[in-house]
């Protein structure tokens, strides 16, 4: 079974609905995981070492954070960019990374019919997330399309729910080998059709 480190950004978790939902669902979930940013690193200073060797024993890495400003929230980015050393993420002898999976999960106020060019945020939510997708190929990894929790402020119980329950599925997909073929095309982990059955 491959091993998913899920980690886990939220700056106002205690305020959350539907990341707490997420997270509670996946949370002790065999092979998984989780690693709450804010909690473990309060002061920003994280300790590169430690999250080095977390990302070595793990074959697949989740971003799984709420869109802020169309992108992460700040401890993610100082994550990105403190851990991901030149020479050991990328670079001249920098394959520590190689061929492991990464993804984003995402939660969006913003509805999925306002991220195309047509709607009021006029990108998609898969080119505002280029900056990570592109992070991820540098150092070798596969990027698999996001999954995405969208439109939270009007989510319905029973739609966060579903989600919730598509989250758990998709980790054990995951675990269990998802491969290239199974997103072909598609735009969110969401949309594969072993998550459309419950
Ligand atoms: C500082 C801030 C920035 C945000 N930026 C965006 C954004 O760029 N796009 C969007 O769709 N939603 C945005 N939102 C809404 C959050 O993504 C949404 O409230 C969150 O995903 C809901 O999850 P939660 O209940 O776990 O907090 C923003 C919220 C905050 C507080």
Request: aromatic fraction near 14%; include cysteine.
């Amino acid at each position: 079974m491959k091993k998913i480190l899920v980690l886990f950004s939220h700056p106002k978790f205690e305020k959350s609905r539907t990341n707490t939902a997420l997270v509670n669902h996946i949370k002790g979930m065999e092979g998984v995981t989780f690693h709450d940013l804010y909690e473990r690193y309060p002061n920003f200073h994280i300790d590169v070492e430690a999250e080095k060797e977390l990302l070595e024993a793990h074959d697949i890495i989740i971003w799984h954070h709420p869109f802020y400003w169309y992108s992460c929230p700040p401890l993610m980015k100082q994550w990105i960019d403190l851990v991901l050393e030149f020479g050991w993420a990328y670079g001249p002898n920098g394959n520590a990374l190689q061929s492991k999976t990464c993804l984003n999960v995402i939660t969006t106020g913003g509805a999925r019919e306002v991220y195309c060019s047509e709607g009021t945020n006029s990108f998609t939510v898969n080119q505002f997330l280029r900056p990570f997708e592109q992070t991820a190929n540098l150092c070798g990894m596969q990027y698999l399309p996001p999954f995405a929790v969208m439109g939270t402020h009007k989510l319905t119980d029973e739609q966060l729910a579903t989600y919730v329950m598509q989250y758990g599925k998709l980790i054990h997909l995951l675990q269990q080998n998802l491969t290239l073929n199974d997103f072909k095309g598609c735009f969110f982990l969401n949309d594969i059709p072993q998550l459309q059955t419950p």
